[in-house]
């Protein structure tokens, strides 16, 4: 993928996050430093107590670093001046959640699990169940728009949850082992439908992973361990740098 003229849709510099104090302490990312672009699939790998999660959740806005900052499609946050206000509405607004277990709402059929996320956002009964059919229809699963989560495949339901993580038009979509419950065939056609969701709505993923059978999905790979973060493979850049 070239990426000549692209510019940095996410952006962390030098963030470090420790839990616990004195000899508890735990450094689980030191001075983490990363672009990702528009457009891309990001793999983000490493053995289990390496960061990964931690750093997925500072991108998700959910957990704050000790130092460093981030920006996400412009805007800065985690700098001198940011609000805790601002993290909530860059996850309803910019942010969408892909989880290693879908995570549906078993109470809840397709359409409902993915419109509940609009109505967070403020969106009107009707508007978010349009859109969520919309998105099933997209993903392919609008057949079973009216199922609850027991009833679905392993497929099926992970399709939902990527029209839930769709739902509020995203910019960025952080997923978190996402096809780790699932074997080869279905996780192929899961990374399909996430380069296609990366293209179409020039958003970019990055997802954390154990999953060797999709290394070779990734644009770009970066490697954790013990904290640090170091590129392993990085595709896009080495093509924009030549260009």
């Not at 728009?145 to 939902?160: I, M, Y």
């Not at 699932?182 to 958003?203: E, H």
């Not at 013990?226 to 924009?240: A, F, H, P």
């Amino acid at each position: 993928m070239s990426l000549n003229g692209s510019h940095t849709l996410v952006e962390a510099r030098g963030i470090s996050k420790y839990f616990g104090e004195g000899d508890a302490r735990v450094d689980a990312l030191r001075e983490v430093s990363l672009k990702v672009y528009p457009g891309q699939v990001v793999g983000l790998l490493g053995p289990s107590g390496s960061g990964k999660t931690t750093l997925l959740n500072v991108f998700g806005c959910i957990v704050e670093p000790n130092t460093g900052w981030m920006s996400l499609d412009g805007e800065v946050v985690y700098d001198e001046g940011w609000l805790r206000s601002d993290l909530r509405r860059l996850r309803l607004e910019k942010i969408g959640f892909i989880f290693q277990f879908h995570n549906l709402l078993p109470f809840l059929n397709c359409v409902d699990n993915v419109a509940i996320v609009l109505s967070l956002a403020g969106f009107s009964t009707t508007q978010a169940k349009q859109r969520s059919v919309e998105l099933l229809e997209y993903l392919e699963v609008e057949h079973r728009k009216d199922a609850f989560p027991a009833q679905l495949s392993g497929g099926e339901a992970q399709r939902v949850a990527i029209a839930r993580a769709l739902a509020n038009r995203p910019r960025i979509i952080l997923a978190d082992e996402p096809t780790a419950a699932l074997d080869s065939a279905r996780a192929g056609i899961v990374m399909d439908l996430l380069r296609k969701v990366a293209i179409d709505q020039n958003a970019a993923i990055l997802a954390v992973t154990h999953d060797e059978k999709i290394y070779d999905r990734f644009d770009r790979i970066f490697h954790l361990r013990d904290g640090y973060l170091d590129i392993e493979q990085e595709r896009g850049v080495t093509e924009m740098t030549q260009d």
